[in-house]
């Protein structure tokens, strides 16, 4: 199942906040649960609802490195690449472009990235050796 949450930010501009029960609802029990989230910090919150992979950006990947362990503080300590919270795998992509008003990256590069899901049997690896 594919479930996505609005932004934190939603509110500023006059729509509803992240609602994760409501993204939630009506999931069925036997189906992984994939949870498209811009920030990262809701991760802790998506495994216990026992989401199995999140996607998330927002950080840019720290645009500087050792920026990126501020940035960290601000985002429940996730910040680019592959995560394992709980039984969830999260996914933090770096983005492509720069943040306004702040054009450099320097150490931490731009990013696509392209996702390959497979279901789950008795030869096929775990989710997050799959990304």
Do not use: K
């Not at 931490?108 to 690896?125: N, V």
């Amino acid at each position: 199942m594919l479930a996505g949450v609005t932004d934190l930010s939603a509110p500023q501009t006059g729509q509803p906040g992240p609602d994760l029960d409501a993204a939630l609802a009506g999931a069925p029990s036997s189906a992984p649960v994939m949870l498209l989230d811009h920030q990262p910090r809701g991760a802790r919150a998506a495994a216990a609802r026992e989401v199995a992979l999140q996607l998330s950006g927002h950080t840019h990947g720290g645009m500087i490195l050792g920026f990126d362990r501020l940035l960290a503080l601000a985002n429940d300590g996730f910040v680019s690449g592959l995560y394992a919270v709980g039984g969830m795998t999260l996914y933090v992509n770096n983005g492509t472009a720069l943040w306004p008003g702040f054009a450099l990256r320097l150490g931490r590069p731009s990013e696509l990235t392209r996702i390959t899901l497979r279901r789950a049997g008795p030869s096929a690896e775990p989710y997050s050796s799959q990304l």
